[in-house]
């Protein structure tokens, strides 16, 4: 029956206002344009892409940590970044990544309410569960960061 209710409340993180892959898809066009080879997808972004989509139907708290980390990891440490490596290698050029369409506080503080609700009535192992995951979320994360880096 939670796995009924979770699918119902998935729908709660769609369209926020926080999805990047529209502005990474303008930003891949520009950087093609710009004479930049786009590689293949390879195995560490298809990993999570289809590890994520896995715990969306089955493992709701360690999915709504990925959402967590994602989100709000895009929009803090990642808008540094971006501004580093605007300034440092895209003369000054603002990544449509790092725009988004509202207020980002506030779509930001839209998602952090949906996220407190759903996991309002965890039990404690559910709650401990959503945490454990971070490890994962980070091992994910720093083997597409080395593949970017490499």
Known sequence: MFCAYFHDTDAEFRNTGLERAGNLTKDLAWF???GHFI?????P????????????????????CH???????HTAG???IGRKVSAKILNGKELEFYKWDGDLP????KVRDKLNKVAQDW????????LEEN????KFNIEIMRLIVA
Do not use: V, W
């Not at 959402?67 to 990891?73: A, D, L, M, Q, S």
């Not at 506030?106 to 503080?109: A, H, P």
């Not at 039990?123 to 959503?130: A, F, G, L, S, W």
């Open 67 to 73: 959402i967590y980390n994602i989100y709000f990891g």
């Open 32 to 34: 093609k344009e710009e």
């Open 106 to 109: 506030q779509l930001l503080q």
């Open 45 to 64: 972004g298809i990993d999570y892409s289809l590890y994520i989509e896995e715990l969306s139907k089955k493992d709701p708290q360690a999915f709504i």
């Open 39 to 43: 590689p293949e997808l390879l195995s």
């Open 78 to 80: 990642g808008q540094m």
């Open 123 to 130: 039990t404690r192992d559910e709650k401990n569960h959503c």
């Open 135 to 138: 490890e994962k979320c980070f």
